[in-house]
């Protein structure tokens, strides 16, 4: 397990077939890097550097661990300013540089956003909804998360096909079938921090998607979801990525 910074992921080479993947914060806040796309996904209070340009911007719901809009106004402002002279470096090539990069975001959240943010840059997802860009397809499912108005889940396919479940602050719920027919590569599920969130039912997540591998975030017990996910789902591999560290995949 490699733990670097937020400019060490931009600059690190990537081969076609790999994904490497960092927790940006205690929460549910991640950066998703392919060879063609930097994503982010609840990423909140974050310092940016200025090698690193996120192509897509990933909102599950409208708690502010989860959606941090001034940080996401700052952000695209900072683009926008420094559009003429920034340089991603990418092996196959991005989006046009003028355009900022897309904001997609549940109903409630994309309510906030718009007060801040140019309505244009967002694109709202409801449960179902399956978007297309380029090479990668983000889909929209359900989260059973009783505190947040409309919250999502989401499966992104990447451009190398890579197939990564993110499921928010979820409790399990039949949406996630739905989800294991898609045959997701890799699950990140909470484990703890909400009301009734906890080791067990993150576990019961991993059982009902039956992802390769599994990762805990927002929240703290992994032992007891360890063991939790190898009386449930014991072909399920468990894999512990902390705040600040990164995983390569593939």
């Known amino acids: ?29 991640l950066i998703i890097r392919s060879p063609m796309y930097n994503i982010l996904i609840d990423t909140t209070r974050s ?20 959606l941090d809009e001034n940080f996401i106004f700052s952000l695209h402002k900072a683009l926008k300013n420094d559009l003429a002279g920034a340089v991603q470096q990418k092996p196959y090539g ?16 994309a309510v906030l956003l718009r007060r801040l943010i140019n309505k244009d840059t967002i694109k709202v997802m409801n449960p179902g909804d399956e978007l297309s860009m380029d090479m990668i397809t983000i889909s929209a499912f359900r989260s059973n998360h009783t505190t947040a108005k409309t919250p999502l889940t989401y499966m992104v396919v990447l451009d190398n096909g890579l197939r990564i479940y993110h499921a928010s602050d ?16 890799i699950a990140f599920v909470p484990i703890g921090l909400d009301p009734g969130v906890s080791p067990v039912s993150g576990a019961q997540v991993a059982g ?14 992994v032992q007891k979801f360890k ?8 072909k399920t591999q468990v894999k512990i990525i902390l705040p600040g560290e990164m995983q390569i995949y593939g």
């Open 227 to 234: 063991t939790s996910v190898k009386r449930i789902c014991g």
């Open 170 to 185: 979820s409790l399990p719920n039949e949406d996630m079938k739905v989800v294991s027919e898609q045959e997701p590569d």
């Open 208 to 221: 009902l998607i039956q992802s390769d591998v599994v990762v805990p975030f927002h929240g703290t017990d």
């Open 1 to 29: 397990m490699l733990k670097l910074n937020i400019s060490d992921m931009a600059e690190i080479g990537l081969g076609k077939s790999q994904t490497a993947v960092m927790r940006t914060n205690d929460r549910s806040g």
């Open 94 to 109: 991005v989006a046009p540089p003028e355009d900022l990069p897309p904001i997609i975001a549940d109903q409630t959240s």
């Open 47 to 66: 310092a940016l550097p200025d090698n690193f340009r996120p192509d897509i911007i990933l909102v599950t719901h409208e708690h502010s661990h989860h």
